[in-house]
């Protein structure tokens, strides 16, 4: 094989799921495995990925650089690996042609050594190469699974699989919960079905035990008055209530925080939530990324009006890291606003340190003392709201007065703030109306006219909305598109083709999240309510997001209320024959 001595090889390289097996037969990897060090027998998959050359010329047998998506040549030798081209190969429908060498501008199948390709690599012959964009992903994660192996002694090939599928699939996710689970991340019914089809086929091989599909939801508020029972919740009354405002203590009595929960525009909400990859980073951050970030957040809360304008400059941090929805906001009013011991979120992201008092001696609490404490409280309450544990989203607490009194030991209080912001956090979150949000789909249909009649009762069944239909030009079909939630997306696409013999064909994709309109913790109070629903009924009343709040409650083992006693009123005979 020649060497890259006059050319410089750049392939953006996105491993898919084609694997050797696939489309011919082991013995034409032999010589593969050889150059890798292992035999074929010991190598019962090989993985291709999928690339484009955009300039020199590829060989078998070049050495070359692999680049992380992060990867910047003025960063260190960060984020790169090395590794040999063992085979290559085009993609001629489900065969695959070994060839020695590529030129620019094809496309084709590359096999390396130690199987460092990973989802959205550069590879370069050299290191002076700036590593191309991230792969966008269309489609987003948001039906869980728990995979685990039937036999305990296979953890470790489970964990393994799981990796090797996430490597070959970009849009799968894969994360180990605090509990020890194993969790697969899908982008919808069809996809997992595929994902756990290839798992058990190429990747575990071994029996295992996939959960019931596990659906995504987030936690939010509307500007409307919370039920008694949010307030029962919460520990609070209407008494407590100042307006908009409640008064929580923190630490004890050190610190008396008042917190008015706001729900945020959704153009705010689309600003910080696509800054998520930022917000997120470690310490080497673009400082121009982070310019143009805040230029966004503060002209978006120009347009909204309101109240948002004078909150330029005063957001505290944003969270929960993972999702980036929710914001902690100082309003310019409280006496610790004009502090120098407090920073806003784009400063802290410059590198801007605060100036931290000692915490060895009796005197009253500073700003800087209960900063960490308050945040990290912020980010715990944004990650399991109080109605599900489910992350909040798009909710700003506004801190609009800080108390800080003195104490006996600074170092005691600051222990005992984290627990407690997080508690005042959840509070406040109940002391406004609450709703659950939930992931929808995009459902495009292709339908015949005689299939029409069978499809709408279908679609309404799994609670959809339809937003157009027309006639494709030059075709006998209708295209329908709807919203449908993920929920009711289950098995829909079985029943679709039962119902119309197969004459309707769906599609579903992630669109968006969607706020449920009813509230969890109604109740039938007018007379004409109770007429509906029956006196008897009260405290069960169909309330059908209450029902989805206490089941993802129950699979996590939160309280839930349940009648026990149902029916105690009708006679049970027990008769001796």
């Known amino acids: 094989a020649s060497t890259h001595t006059q050319s410089t090889t750049t392939t953006q390289s996105a491993p898919s799921e084609k694997r050797a097996n696939s489309s011919m037969s082991w013995s034409d990897f032999e010589g593969d495995a050889a150059d890798s060090g292992t035999s074929a027998s010991s190598?019962?998959?090989?993985?291709?990925?999928?690339?484009?050359v955009f300039s020199g010329t590829l060989r078998r047998g070049d050495r070359v650089y692999v680049l992380s998506p992060g990867y910047?040549?003025?960063?260190?030798?960060?984020?790169?690996?090395?590794?040999?081209?063992?085979?290559?190969?085009?993609?001629?429908?489900?065969?695959?042609?070994?060839?020695?060498?590529?030129?620019?501008?094809?496309?084709?199948?590359?096999?390396?050594?130690?199987?460092?390709?990973?989802?959205?690599?550069?590879?370069?012959?050299t290191l002076l190469c700036r590593s191309l964009v991230n792969m966008y992903r269309a489609a987003v994660p948001i039906i869980r699974v728990a995979i685990e192996p039937e036999d305990p002694r296979y953890v470790r090939r489970v964990e393994q699989g799981l990796l090797e599928l996430a490597q070959t699939d970009s849009a799968v996710?894969?994360?180990?919960?605090?509990?020890?689970?194993?969790?697969?991340?899908?982008?919808?019914?069809?996809?997992?079905?595929?994902?756990?089809?290839?798992?058990?086929?190429?990747?575990?091989?071994?029996?295992?035990?996939?959960?019931?599909?596990?659906?995504?939801?987030?936690?939010t508020i509307v500007d409307e008055a919370p039920s008694e029972k949010a307030l029962e919740l919460a520990g609070l009354s209407k008494e407590d209530l100042v307006g908009r405002k409640s008064v929580h203590p923190i630490a004890g009595d050190a610190c008396i925080v008042t917190i008015e929960p706001l729900a945020m525009p959704n153009a705010l909400i689309a600003v910080?939530?696509?800054?998520?990859?930022?917000?997120?980073?470690?310490?080497?951050?673009?400082?121009?990324?982070?310019?143009?970030?805040?230029?966004?957040?503060?002209?978006?809360?120009?347009?909204?009006?309101?109240?948002?304008?004078?909150l330029k400059g005063r957001i505290w941090t944003i969270g929960p890291r993972k999702l980036c929805t929710n914001m902690l906001?100082?309003?310019?009013?409280?006496?610790?606003?004009?502090?120098?011991?407090?920073?806003?979120?784009?400063?802290?992201?410059?590198?801007?340190?605060?100036?931290?008092?000692?915490?060895?001696?009796?005197?009253?609490?500073?700003?800087?003392?209960?900063?960490?404490?308050?945040?990290?409280?912020?980010?715990?309450?944004?990650?399991?709201?109080?109605l599900c544990d489910e992350p909040l989203h798009g909710v700003a607490f506004l801190i609009t007065s800080i108390e800080l009194r003195e104490t006996s030991d600074v170092a005691d209080v600051s222990g005992m703030m984290i627990s407690s912001a997080k508690a005042?956090?959840?509070?406040?979150?109940?002391?406004?109306?609450?709703?659950?949000?939930?992931?929808?789909?995009?459902?495009?249909?292709?339908?015949?006219?005689?299939?029409?009649?069978?499809?709408?009762?279908?679609?309404?069944q799994r609670r959809a909305r339809i937003i157009s239909e027309e006639l494709k030009e030059g075709t006998p079909l209708f295209v329908i598109k709807a919203y449908m939630p993920v929920l009711g997306s289950f098995g829909f696409a079985e029943v679709l083709r039962k119902k119309t013999s197969g004459a309707a064909i769906p599609q579903l994709v992630f669109d968006h999240w969607e706020m449920m309109e009813q509230d969890p913790f109604y109740q039938p109070t007018t007379e004409e309510e109770l007429e509906e629903f029956g006196e008897e009924n009260v405290g069960n009343s169909p309330n059908y997001v209450r029902s989805i709040v206490d089941a993802v409650r129950k699979r996590k083992g939160l309280a839930v209320e349940t009648q026990v006693v149902e029916h105690a009123e009708k006679q049970r005979t027990l008769a001796r024959k």
């Open 43 to 52: 190598t019962p998959d090989v993985l291709v990925g999928v690339c484009r």
């Open 72 to 125: 910047r040549p003025t960063a260190g030798g960060r984020g790169v690996s090395t590794d040999i081209i063992t085979g290559l190969y085009i993609l001629m429908g489900r065969e695959l042609e070994r060839v020695e060498e590529v030129p620019a501008g094809n496309i084709c199948g590359i096999v390396c050594t130690n199987n460092t390709l990973a989802t959205a690599v550069t590879v370069s012959s």
């Open 329 to 386: 906001v100082l309003d310019a009013s409280c006496s610790c606003a004009g502090s120098s011991e407090w920073t806003d979120v784009f400063s802290r992201l410059r590198g801007d340190s605060i100036a931290r008092s000692e915490i060895d001696t009796s005197r009253s609490l500073t700003l800087a003392d209960i900063d960490n404490g308050i945040t990290t409280g912020f980010q715990l309450s944004c990650t399991t709201g109080p």
């Open 272 to 310: 910080v939530e696509s800054a998520t990859q930022l917000l997120r980073g470690g310490r080497k951050r673009d400082m121009s990324a982070v310019a143009r970030l805040e230029s966004r957040v503060n002209a978006v809360l120009d347009e909204c009006g309101g109240i948002w304008p004078s």
């Open 173 to 219: 996710e894969v994360e180990v919960q605090d509990s020890g689970e194993h969790v697969l991340l899908a982008s919808g019914e069809v996809h997992l079905e595929r994902c756990i089809s290839d798992l058990r086929d190429m990747f575990i091989r071994i029996p295992f035990r996939v959960s019931d599909p596990i659906v995504s939801f987030r936690e």
């Open 424 to 460: 005042a956090f959840r509070k406040a979150f109940l002391s406004r109306a609450c709703r659950l949000v939930e992931p929808v789909l995009l459902c495009e249909i292709q339908a015949s006219s005689e299939a029409l009649g069978s499809t709408y009762p279908v679609l309404y």
